[in-house]
């Protein structure tokens, strides 16, 4: 079946450095989006990207849908103690049931102190 | 707006023992998601609503796991009996059309099969 691989699988930097995560498949996908999960709590959708080639910004965050449509990363710039989470990215393969995505198994991002 | 709001938080139970998880979409959802989360197998996809209706239940582990809607503000998620792997985070989503692929997700039921 499809699968989304994303690294790194953990990360641990300064307040202030900018963090880049990406995620890759061997499927072609239609859709890639990345969520944020903090402790305790559901993931939230940060960005959702829908053509290849895409490049979108949510604030201190970009990601980029692969022109391939087989890849996506996320950058996060002048990282904050509030960005600490896990992050997933997900998608939706061009053969997979309208709605029902896939999610990645995630980045952990610690600033250390 | 309230968000998808599940039931219980927290759930201990002894193998063997029904389990029923709740969850309430976002009012004008039409369609409601089922995920577990395990540090083993990340964010698995069990089983998803259309209208109410299952679409995609490939993702149910087995016989032992049933999922309902009987309407459209209410879902639950029945483990039994429950055995001590179905110990996991379930996580309940909606989103607020068809093809909208910006997931809300609650805040997830954390189920402790002893």
């Known amino acids: 079946g499809q699968q989304l691989n994303q690294s790194p699988q953990s990360m641990f930097i300064q307040e202030g450095e900018d963090v880049s995560m990406n995620c890759t498949s061997s499927?072609?996908?239609?859709?890639w989006l990345w969520y944020k999960q903090d402790p305790g709590e559901g993931p939230v959708l940060l960005i959702a990207?829908?053509?290849?080639?895409e490049l979108t910004s949510n604030g201190r965050l970009t990601a980029q849908f692969g022109i391939t449509r087989k890849d996506s990363f996320l950058n996060i710039s002048a990282s904050i103690p509030s960005d600490v989470g896990i992050y997933f990215c997900?998608?939706?393969?061009?053969?997979?049931?309208?709605?029902?995505?896939?999610f990645g198994s995630g980045t952990r991002l610690s600033i250390r102190p | 707006d309230a968000g998808v709001i599940q039931s219980p938080r927290h759930e201990v139970t002894e193998m063997g023992q029904e389990v029923t998880l709740r969850c309430k979409p976002i009012?004008?959802?039409?369609?409601l998601f089922w995920y577990r989360q395990t540090m083993m197998r990340g964010l698995e996809l069990l089983i998803y609503?259309?209208?109410?209706?299952?679409?995609?239940d490939s993702g149910m582990p087995e016989d032992r796991f049933s999922a309902k809607m009987p309407n459209a503000s209410f879902s639950t998620l029945k483990i039994q009996p429950s055995e001590p792997r179905d110990s996991a985070v379930y996580f309940c989503?909606?989103?607020?059309?068809?093809?909208?692929?910006?997931?809300?997700f609650g805040s997830g039921t954390r189920l402790t099969v002893v």
């Open positions: 009012s004008g959802h039409n369609s």
């Open positions: 997900a998608g939706q393969g061009v053969h997979s049931s309208a709605s029902k995505i896939i």
């Open positions: 609503f259309n209208n109410n209706v299952p679409i995609d």
């Open positions: 499927s072609i996908f239609n859709t």
């Open positions: 989503a909606s989103i607020r059309r068809n093809n909208d692929y910006g997931y809300t």
């Open positions: 990207l829908y053509k290849a080639g």
